[in-house]
């Protein structure tokens, strides 16, 4: 991280921090990150935030376990014991105020706030906090089913702020955004963010994930390869070109700079895909573990053209994919803002990563409708399913070179590394899969054993 981050917060900080030094940090992070890794034996507060419009106690803190991450937690502070807020404490609904507002009520902290292009401030105290969604690195609550405050436990710490993605690509065109609230930052020895980020979702939104799914079961019960997600299809790929076009134009804030791929960050992704098949054959039966030792060679050369991504430019995005995009009604896609924010602290990867996440996603979209009808009496032939997805696979992709062809944008795809990238994010799925449900059986193989010998057949 550059540097140890030391607090500066004053008193504030030194009574919490006690108390937090004596709290067993299990009681702290969300069950997803313990589910994930054996939890730090313990944790520092760096710094906090109070969000008095949640009620007494309610705040945000940035915490600083032994190996020098950080940990965004929300806290609700009892005096002399001190938790992690919950749905319903009111810590996502005081977020949300504290970021409509647009400016930080203390004096000399080191938060910030980015504002978005929405002025939300909630009026009403006995609005509903759900959680939505949680994983690892961010928890996601619905407040009042129109704003969704993501909370982002694990944030990446940088050398100096990043540009803002969001404006920079309003501003030079992209509108397939929804509106944001905006973003809390935080800047300590290093600039930290976002913290917290808000977005306004506006009535009958269906997220892209659940809408695919949706889809596949209509195409596969008509056997129509795909006249139901085909639009889907088409609609994804022109909103996620539009997107990297957008990241590669000049204006708004500038020339964002663009990354390289280097040798390194190809032996970080050889060695994450490495570690993600390791960690699926590990918690896996021993049928499917079998059958994963055996992909190893496979899975290992598929990823050779990744060495021939070395000097490729990169885009700035936080691994966008399809679950990051929701459909409003007449079927118009937007994307997340928030997952802009988080990006603006990458270094980036070749766009092909994002779109084979969106192209894995489309996969197992139809894979969990062909599970659904089985039980029904209605199974889905093997030939189908694979014709479902190689015509949604080439229409988003059709779409998406498309968008670039149409204005000689800086942004190719190259059939080799998307193929690659594809290889990768799926052992990411496949090890996320298996922590969740160990032992769920032989079924997570196949879509692997289908992307591997797409690839050869395509070779």
């Known amino acids: 991280m550059g540097g140890r981050i030391v607090s500066t917060g004053g008193d504030r900080v030194s009574e919490l921090g006690e108390r937090l030094r004596r709290t067993d940090p299990r009681l702290l992070l969300p069950a997803a990150a313990l589910d994930e890794a054996a939890p730090p034996d313990r944790l520092e507060l760096v710094d906090v935030l109070p969000l008095p419009a949640g009620g007494p106690g309610r705040c945000v803190a940035v915490l600083i376990d032994p190996d020098e991450r950080l940990h965004v937690v929300p806290l609700v502070d009892e005096g002399p014991m001190v938790r992690r807020a919950r749905a319903g404490d009111g810590a996502a609904l005081a977020a949300i105020d504290l970021l409509g507002a647009g400016a930080l009520a203390t004096a000399g902290g080191r938060f910030g706030v980015r504002r978005g292009g929405r002025r939300h401030l909630v009026a009403e105290r006995a609005i509903q906090e759900e959680l939505q969604s949680h994983d690892a690195e961010r928890e996601v609550y619905r407040v009042g089913g129109r704003v969704c405050v993501t909370w982002h436990l694990t944030p990446e710490a940088l050398p100096g702020p990043r540009p803002d993605l969001v404006a920079h690509v309003r501003a030079v065109g992209y509108d397939a955004l929804l509106d944001d609230v905006g973003d809390l930052v935080w800047s300590g020895a290093s600039w930290v963010g976002p913290l917290v980020s808000a977005t306004a979702f506006p009535p009958d939104v269906t997220a892209a994930t659940e809408y695919a799914v949706a889809a596949a079961l209509a195409d596969l019960v008509a056997g129509d390869a795909a006249a139901t997600a085909g639009d ?29 791929v280097s040798a390194a960050d190809v032996a970080r992704w050889r060695g994450d895909t490495a570690d993600d098949l390791t960690a699926a054959t590990v918690l896996a039966p021993e049928s ?39 459909l409003l009604p007449g079927e118009h896609v937007r994307l997340a803002p928030e997952v802009l924010a988080a990006g603006a602290a990458l270094e980036g990867s070749p766009p092909e990563f994002d779109l084979a996440r969106v192209l894995r996603a489309l996969d197992h979209a139809g894979r969990t409708a062909a599970q659904r009808l089985a039980p029904e009496g209605a199974p889905v032939p093997e030939v189908a399913l694979l014709r479902w997805r190689d015509e949604v696979r080439a229409l988003t992709v059709d779409a998406y070179r498309a968008v670039l062809a149409a204005d000689d944008a800086a942004v190719r795809v190259d059939d080799d590394l998307l193929h690659a990238a594809e290889v990768v994010e799926e052992c990411r799925l496949l090890a996320r899969a298996a922590r969740a449900a160990p032992g769920a059986g032989d079924r997570p193989a196949a879509a692997m054993e289908d992307l591997l010998s797409s690839g050869a057949a395509s070779a």
């Open 232 to 260: 889907l299809a088409l609609r994804l790929g022109v909103a996620l070109a539009g997107l990297h076009r957008a990241l590669a134009t000049p204006g708004g804030l500038g020339d964002l700079p663009r990354g390289q």
């Open 288 to 326: 499917l573990a079998q059958r994963l030792r055996e992909l190893r060679p496979r899975v290992r050369d598929s990823l050779r053209p990744l060495e021939a991504a070395v000097g490729s430019a990169t885009v700035p995005t936080a691994g966008v994919g399809l679950s990051a995009f929701v």
